[in-house]
């Protein structure tokens, strides 16, 4: 395949979002559908009387593209009358590349959401709590940020963030559980859940890939965070257990 020649995408959004697509094996879905037009290009040059008929074979955009896993996109709506565990709203799932983007580009960017809310995308199955069975015995790489860097890296951080999950980006990708943006007053913050606050080879490696597809820069230190030490120390500042 060359990959030096670029293959259309249907949407016009895609496009203009395909440099953000940091995760490489999200890059190779859309990469096979360029497969099968390297290989009619191919036959075509061995053949230059079906050239017209093979260029003709129209891609089929109906094929949608399945993701390795399904995932939750759940919603914090911050409203002090109710209870912590009754804002949160799970809003839907989805499996495909198509699904995702179909979600993505209808929803309110993090940066949009009201002070006090939160998005958080995990896989199907996981409620983004710290009690869930796959949390409790885990952890999160916190990210966090300046309230005057909302308008600018937000955003940006979160749908690459989201990349790298559904993309499947870590080498211990089911160590990963999910990822929460928060929108706060006092600062912004975004964490990526792991499933084991224990497991040192995987979060690390997890760390430092998750450091390297947001291109920070090696003194911007991120912080590994137990949640039970997050539950311990509610309100106040948690302890890191591991930083990159
Ligand atoms: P928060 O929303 O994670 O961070 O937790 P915030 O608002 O920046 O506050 P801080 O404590 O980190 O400074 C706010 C509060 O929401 C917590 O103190 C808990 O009361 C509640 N909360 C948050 N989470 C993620 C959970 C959870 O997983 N389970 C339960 N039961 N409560 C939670």
Redesign the pocket.
């Known amino acids: 395949i060359d990959y030096s020649i670029k293959h259309p995408l249907q949407n016009c959004c895609l496009l203009s979002n395909s440099d953000r697509f940091t995760s490489y094996r999200l890059e190779i879905i859309f990469l096979l559908q360029a497969a099968s037009m390297s290989s009619n290009i191919t036959e075509v040059e061995n053949d230059k009387q079906d050239k017209q008929d093979q260029i003709d074979i129209p891609i089929d955009y109906s094929i949608k593209h399945p993701l390795q896993n399904c995932w939750t996109l759940w919603y914090?709506e911050n409203d002090r009358s109710n209870s912590?565990?009754d804002n949160l709203k799970e809003i839907t799932s989805f499996q495909t590349v198509e699904d995702f983007w179909s979600l993505y580009n209808h929803i309110k960017l993090a940066s949009e959401l009201r002070q006090?809310c939160?998005y958080s995308l995990f896989k199907k199955g996981v409620k983004?709590?710290?009690?869930d069975d796959a949390?409790r015995r885990g952890g999160r790489w916190l990210i966090s940020l300046d309230r005057k860097n909302r308008s600018n890296d937000l955003d940006r951080f979160w749908l690459d963030i989201i990349l790298c999950l559904i993309g499947e980006a870590f080498e211990n990708s089911n160590e990963v559980c999910g990822a929460?943006v928060?929108l706060?007053p006092?600062g912004d913050?975004i964490g990526l859940w792991t499933a084991d606050a224990t497991n040192s080879t995987a979060l690390l490696e997890i760390g430092r890939k998750l450091k390297e597809r947001l291109g920070l820069p090696p003194k911007f230190m991120i912080g590994y965070q137990s949640?039970k030490d997050?539950?311990a120390k509610?309100?106040?500042v948690t302890q890191n257990s591991y930083t990159v």
């Open positions: 914090y912590w565990l006090g939160d983004p709590m710290w009690e949390n929460t928060n706060r006092k913050k949640h997050t539950m509610s309100g106040s």
